[in-house]
């Protein structure tokens, strides 16, 4: 009788094992109060800058501050983190400012020092711009405590930028309107500010315009101000010697007499006394007679 011949399979049948239990361990780190900052892109690499607000005008009308200011590198601060005072040190080397998280041993060695009124913190000093921004010198801290009188500020360059290029666009916002106004508004326009007006219509332009450049928020308020139209009804009726403004009272003139409007108080200008009445309701009957004697020239 033949034999079968028997075949080894190839397939391995897999054995059960016993199932692993996965463990993992989480390893926090240290946590300080001020942790150094992550090398991450959104890291700022511009230099904080620190200006004392004490200053003095030299002959020249420029600040100058003293050579060297020494800011003691110690305080006191309210620590809004904890709702509680906690005293801060500045020390190099330290990973903290607070001094219950410095070593022990660890003194502040020198103060802090101002030269020429500023002080620059470079990105890789932030444990002295944490200090110089929640000491108490600081008058830009919000936590300053009010019994401590501030001696600097940070300088904010993207602030000041904006605040500068705001003052750029009101100033040729001013100075366009009054290069482009029409002729009777610059004209009585330039009345009510003093301008002189017997000149060409260029030379009336010009002087609005450096007007307009030293006060751009003024010049544009006062434009359309009720007090500069009223202003303007009066001198163009003491132009047409409707009335009279003299140095303590304004007059009718009545042909070849008189008669009192209001007496001015001493210090005031007549043309402002009698503009701001004119606005009240005592000084409607003023108006509606300005304007009927006004409608005889029109």
């Known amino acids: 009788m033949a034999r079968k011949k028997v075949q080894k399979s190839n397939v391995v049948t897999p054995v059960a094992s016993a199932p692993v239990e996965e463990t993992t361990q989480t390893i926090e780190a240290p946590k300080v109060s001020n942790p150094l900052p992550s090398f991450g892109n959104n890291v700022s690499r511009k230099p904080s800058v620190y200006k004392l607000i004490r200053s003095y005008k030299d002959k020249n009308g420029n600040d100058r501050y003293p050579i060297v200011y020494m800011l003691k590198s110690e305080d006191v601060v309210f620590d809004a983190q904890t709702g509680t005072q906690r005293a801060i040190r500045y020390v190099r080397g330290q990973k903290s400012i607070f001094v219950d998280e410095q070593n022990d041993d660890v003194v502040a060695k020198s103060p802090i020092t101002f030269n020429n009124g500023f002080h620059i913190v470079e990105h890789t000093n932030p444990n002295l711009?944490?200090?110089?921004?929640?000491?108490?010198?600081?008058?830009?801290?919000?936590?300053?405590?009010?019994?401590?009188?501030?001696?600097?500020?940070?300088?904010?360059?993207?602030?000041?930028?904006?605040?500068?290029?705001?003052?750029?666009?009101?100033?040729?916002?001013?100075?366009?309107?009054?290069?482009?106004?029409?002729?009777?508004?610059?004209?009585?326009?330039?009345?009510?500010?003093?301008?002189?007006?017997?000149?060409?219509?260029?030379?009336?332009?010009?002087?609005?315009?450096?007007?307009?450049?030293?006060?751009?928020?003024?010049?544009?308020?006062?434009?359309?101000?009720?007090?500069?139209?009223?202003?303007?009804?009066?001198?163009?009726?003491?132009?047409?010697?409707i009335l009279s403004l003299q140095n303590n009272r304004v007059m009718w003139n009545v042909g070849d007499k008189q008669t009192l409007i209001v007496n001015v108080p001493m210090g005031i200008k007549p043309l402002d006394h009698l503009a701001e009445l004119c606005l009240t309701v005592d000084g409607e009957p003023i108006v509606a007679q300005i304007k009927a004697q006004l409608s005889r020239y029109n």
């Open 129 to 241: 711009k944490k200090f110089l921004d929640m000491c108490n010198s600081n008058r830009d801290n919000p936590d300053r405590l009010k019994t401590s009188t501030p001696s600097f500020c940070l300088e904010n360059s993207e602030k000041k930028a904006k605040e500068n290029l705001e003052k750029s666009r009101n100033m040729l916002n001013a100075a366009t309107t009054a290069l482009t106004m029409s002729i009777d508004k610059l004209v009585g326009y330039a009345k009510v500010l003093g301008v002189n007006v017997d000149k060409s219509t260029d030379e009336i332009r010009y002087d609005m315009k450096i007007l307009a450049e030293k006060d751009p928020a003024g010049f544009i308020a006062g434009l359309d101000s009720p007090l500069t139209d009223m202003k303007g009804m009066i001198l163009k009726a003491k132009e047409y010697k």
